[in-house]
């Protein structure tokens, strides 16, 4: 297959072998793109949800302490 498109390319006038080689060019940049910026998004999603879920324990653990003293002030009578 290798040795076709090879052949093909060959048998092309330069000015579209130009064209065949700037599109080889966008997609590469485009799938190194992609390959850089999904493992990014990735790790950067863990990061944010690791650092939401300390948030969420922290803000329900002061919610338990004011009930808590707010469960231990006796009515006046």
């Known amino acids: 297959m290798q040795s076709y498109s090879s052949s093909v390319r060959q048998s092309l ?6 064209c065949l ?5 966008v997609n590469n940049t485009l799938v190194g793109s992609f ?3 999904l493992p990014s998004c990735l790790v950067l999603g ?4 690791k650092k939401y879920c300390t948030y ?8 338990i302490q004011t009930l808590e003293k707010l469960w ?6």
């Open 13 to 18: 006038p330069p000015m579209q072998q130009n």
């Open 72 to 77: 231990r002030i006796s009515p006046k009578p």
């Open 56 to 63: 969420r324990t922290t803000v329900l653990y002061q919610q």
């Open 35 to 37: 390959v850089i910026f």
């Open 21 to 25: 080689n700037q599109a080889n060019a």
């Open 46 to 49: 863990a990061v944010l949800y």
